[in-house]
């Protein structure tokens, strides 16, 4: 009995396109895969094409490997899912199954783009000690890639895998400044960019790239200690934005159990629905002030 595949052979087996597929039946050539059968017909839809190309990216972005289809495939099952769920709770179909789809796809796409800032804000965190081992190295006399591959090896994840993708493009024969826009378009940070522009532009001037490293990491250093200042002076706010919204329904709540006359009112009547849902959207209205006003962007 032979060996068993190793996964990540099948896995690419799977994604990986066979530039031997033939269309004629009589050769009995292969054919597509079931996902990949599903991203030619929606490549060929200009404006779903635009909307897989944007989920791609974010995908790339979270270093997620499934494929579009698959993620899309996954939201339907999670809607079909709820959907379900809701109808036996309450028992066919309610005003709420609107709502319920909405929040679906809520969760699914707002997962996403808490999963890539959550990602992006570890590889944010490593990038200034990363920046100060690869000046050392080059102080050692070491080139741009063999100071970043000594790096990769102390380096933990997620920044690793990023440098090792560098490098293996690279080595495939992809150009160092061609290499550096492509990582700098999955980790889309600020910290990345200004390391990817001076090393790019270091490699068209010349000048001295152990010099653009340590300015570099002075100024994440610098930047790192205007965020400690601003999330210190923000704290108050954005305590006081909490306490604004969890306040008016911890209070009805209270009213609603102590004393269920007064809120009667409000949730059997049109008027008090509508004073309800009037509530519900000036209390969103000021927690997004909030936000807007407690947050900075560097």
């Known amino acids: 009995m032979g060996k068993r595949e190793p996964p990540v052979f099948r896995r690419m087996k799977r994604y990986i396109v066979k530039s031997q597929i033939t269309t004629g039946k009589a050769k009995g050539g292969n054919r597509p895969s079931f996902y990949q059968a599903i991203d030619n017909k929606m490549e060929r839809v200009p404006i779903v094409k635009v909307l897989f190309n944007h989920i791609e990216q974010n995908l790339s972005m979270a270093n997620i490997p ?63 000690l990363a920046i100060s081992m690869m000046a050392n190295n080059l102080k050692a006399g070491h080139s741009f890639i063999q100071a970043m591959r000594q790096v990769c090896t102390d380096l933990a994840q997620p920044l690793k895998g990023e440098f090792e993708i560098l490098m293996n493009e690279n080595r495939l024969g992809i150009p160092l400044d061609v290499a550096l826009n492509n990582m700098l378009k999955r980790v889309p940070c600020k910290e990345l960019e200004t390391l990817v522009r001076g090393v790019i532009l270091q490699q068209e001037t ?5 010099f653009i490293l340590n300015t570099i990491c002075q100024t994440l250093q610098d930047r790192d200690e205007l965020r400690s200042k601003i999330d210190v002076l ?65």
């Not at 028992?91 to 809520?106: C, E, F, N, R, T």
Request: hydrophobic content about 55%; overall charge positive; aromatic content about 14%.
């Open 206 to 210: 010349g000048s001295n790239l152990v």
């Open 234 to 298: 923000t704290v108050q706010g954005k305590i006081s934005g909490v306490l604004c919204v969890c306040i008016p329904f911890l209070l009805f709540w209270y009213i609603h159990v102590s004393q269920p006359d007064y809120t009667e009112v409000l949730l059997h009547t049109q008027m008090g629905q509508t004073l309800l849902a009037l509530c519900g959207f000036m209390i969103f209205l000021g927690t997004f002030c909030i936000i807007k006003i407690v947050s900075f962007k560097f």
């Open 66 to 128: 499934v494929k579009t289809s698959e993620f899309l495939i996954a939201v339907l099952i999670l809607i079909v899912t709820a959907q379900v769920v809701e109808f036996f709770i309450v028992g066919g179909y309610h005003y709420s199954s609107p709502l319920v789809l909405a929040a679906s796809l809520i969760f699914s796409f707002g997962f996403l783009k808490v999963y890539i800032r959550l990602r992006i804000g570890r590889i944010r965190k490593q990038l200034k």
